[in-house]
């Protein structure tokens, strides 16, 4: 069964101090691993896709990479503003659906 | 403006009455899905469709119907609820079903009493 687990459940960071949020994955096969972000009340909001191992993304502040067993989000002099609750999927091969995590609730203090 | 929009955003309700959320995408995407979010569960999907009159059941839909008679519309049913059904949920479409950049709707919490 396509498992995704995130870590931590919640992170506290002050600003700029700069971290990583960790989605590990067991699949059948590996079709694609997506980053997405949630703001409290609203739907997900997509960030990133990556397809196989080595590949990376960046977007701002934040910067995707993949391995063969994992994901790391990297978060790079983080604001408040880039307080949410990040969530990672996968989908596998020959799937028609993505299998979410739990998501990581990030807060950035002022 | 792209968008997915979702109505009730609200619903209280009590066990066993039947009701219809609605779901709208004017993307002209191909690929919808319906998903819950519960606590400690992440989300979860209940249906999906690839294409009009293509619908397939995800990982819970128990309690759900949906149907895709147009393109751009995808109601979910729930025709007897109950209160484990209480939860928030979501929408969502992509351009295909091999296109995983989807686009989420604002979110429907409801309450079954």
């Known amino acids: 069964e396509d498992q995704v687990t995130q870590s931590p459940e919640a992170l506290r960071l002050q600003e700029g101090e700069s971290s990583s949020l960790n989605c590990s994955y067991t699949?059948?096969?590996?079709?694609?691993l997506f980053w997405y972000r949630q703001d409290p009340g609203k739907g997900p909001e997509f960030l990133f896709t990556l397809y196989s191992a080595g590949e990376e993304k960046e977007k701002e502040r934040l910067k995707a990479t993949l391995t063969k067993k994992e994901s790391f989000l990297h978060i790079t002099a983080p604001k408040p503003e880039d307080s949410a609750t990040y969530l990672c999927?996968?989908?596998?091969?020959?799937?028609?659906?993505?299998?979410f995590g739990q998501g990581t609730r990030l807060t950035i203090n002022p | 403006e792209a968008q997915v929009t979702q109505n009730p955003r609200y619903l209280i309700t009590v066990t066993g009455k039947k009701l219809t959320v609605t779901c709208s995408q004017n993307?002209?995407?191909?690929?919808m899905s319906w998903y819950r979010q519960d606590p400690g569960l992440g989300l979860r999907q209940i249906y999906y469709s690839m294409n009009v009159e293509v619908t397939d059941k995800g990982d819970v839909p128990e309690g759900y119907k949906v149907s895709r008679k147009e393109k751009r519309n995808f109601p979910l049913i729930l025709e007897s609820p109950s209160p484990n059904q209480t939860s928030l949920y979501f929408c969502?479409?992509?351009?295909?079903?091999?296109?995983?950049?989807?686009?989420f709707g604002p979110g429907t919490r409801l309450t079954v009493t």
């Open positions: 969502a479409s992509s351009r295909r079903a091999d296109s995983y950049e989807q686009y």
């Open positions: 699949v059948s096969g590996l079709r694609g």
């Open positions: 993307m002209n995407h191909e690929y």
């Open positions: 999927a996968v989908q596998a091969s020959g799937a028609q659906k993505l299998v």
